[in-house]
């Protein structure tokens, strides 16, 4: 990315955040963060720029050690609970899951596709598709040296709903992270989901392409990347960003000209206010997903498959 789109994105922020201050001080006020079980539905107005935003997402301004807000990155110790299985999805969440589906279902054709060839390759799969009993240590040695099991990404939907005490401004925004396991012994991937309350912006779809105000744009992110490289989840013992963040690619020049997105926490006012284009989670949220992101994707790390999917 060139300095100057970088420069045009920063200023496109500066400028946002200066109008909503010239607001303020004209006496037009932001509505107060909700909290857990804040202002449901569409009686809350949180459309507001997030304070402090652009500069504090950019790396310069993250806590270094002897900083306040600063946090170790801690391995995670223990492996969490499996997600839910198609069958629970489907009852919990029927919408979602139909929802999911048909991407899901391009991915998977895709990764058994190089699963077999995989296996094929090294002389464990037959013809017919079977793997011996003998070979099936010898086939998860070979996929665990792969990136395709566990397989996960992550999905951002907003739908329309004026009941639920985590929907905003008349939508309800969920966060899902989906991974696969191949078993070779059946030839098949087996699915979980699990999910979490997420916002982003102001939660309307309609203004994904007003800088600062609205929600993330509709793409395919690169989830825990910045500028092509690499970063994974990075703490963040910040109020607003509490208990940390995954970056998302493009970090500048993305769909509207839409700059510094992160999937975050966020504590205190913070905890689930509204962000300037931000996807935010509970913190107890983000805890959780480390833990998933840590030991149920191993293509974290892969810039062509480690995706944020969103889509209106």
Known sequence: MSTFMRR?????????????MLAGSAGVSAAAPAGRSGTAGGR??????????????????????????YLEVRPTLTPPPDGMTDEE??????????????????????????????????????????????????????????????????RFRLVP??????????????LYFIYGIYYPTVDAYKWYTVSWPA???????ADQSKVGVGPIPAYTWDFGFMNG??????????????PGKWRLDP????????CYLEVHGGRYLHEFAATSGCVRVYPSAITALKSYYDTKMANKKDKATADLRVAY
């Open 8 to 20: 045009r994105c920063r200023l496109l922020g500066v400028t946002v955040l200066s109008v909503a």
């Open 44 to 69: 809350s107005s949180s459309s507001a720029v997030e304070p402090g935003w652009p500069e504090s997402h950019l790396p310069e301004a993250d806590p270094r050690p002897g900083e306040p807000g």
């Open 89 to 154: 999805f489907k009852a919990r969440d029927p919408e979602g899951f139909a929802a999911l589906l048909p991407e899901r279902a391009q991915i998977e054709r895709r990764l058994l596709e190089r699963a077999r060839g995989a296996l094929a390759k090294e002389g464990l799969r037959a013809a017919d598709g079977s793997v011996a009993a003998s070979d099936i240590r010898a086939a998860e040695t070979v996929l665990a040296a792969t990136t395709w099991s566990p397989y996960g990404y992550l």
């Open 161 to 174: 709903n004026t009941t639920s005490p985590y929907a905003r401004n008349g939508y309800l925004g969920t």
């Open 199 to 205: 916002r982003s912006g102001n939660n309307r779809p």
């Open 229 to 242: 490289v690499w970063r994974g989840y990075e703490a963040d013992g910040r109020d607003a960003f509490y």
């Open 251 to 258: 970090w500048t020049g993305g769909p509207y000209n839409r």
